[in-house]
């Protein structure tokens, strides 16, 4: 039920499988252990609340979303990264405040 609750379990999750790697190819260097970026693509969905994300900028259909909560719950959505933070490589980016 809790937001950050997910968040630490999925943490968890991550670490425990970085975990293993390291045990079951302790040859593989550390930079090929972990997980690969992946560019998307973003497109808020005001009405509904929803961040939807792409694989292609013209995808006809998302490859999942994000619901984002009301406002009166204290969630907001900023165009552009937060204030004090300077992209170095990306040319957009955005801000959810949880």
């Known amino acids: ?4 609750e997910i968040v630490d379990w ?23 252990q972990k997980e690969p970026f992946k560019k998307r693509w973003f497109a808020l969905d005001c009405h509904e609340r929803r961040l939807l994300y792409y694989k292609n900028p ?9 619901f984002l909560g009301n ?17 170095n490589r990306w040319k957009a980016g955005l801000t959810i405040v949880t």
């Open 58 to 66: 013209l995808d006809a259909f998302e490859q999942g979303q994000v």
């Open 1 to 4: 039920e809790s937001g950050k």
């Open 10 to 32: 999925f943490n968890a999750l991550r670490a425990a499988r970085l975990q293993y790697l390291k045990m079951a190819f302790p040859e593989l260097p550390e930079s090929e």
């Open 71 to 87: 406002k009166e719950q204290g969630y907001e959505a900023y165009e552009d990264l937060p204030k004090g933070i300077r992209g």
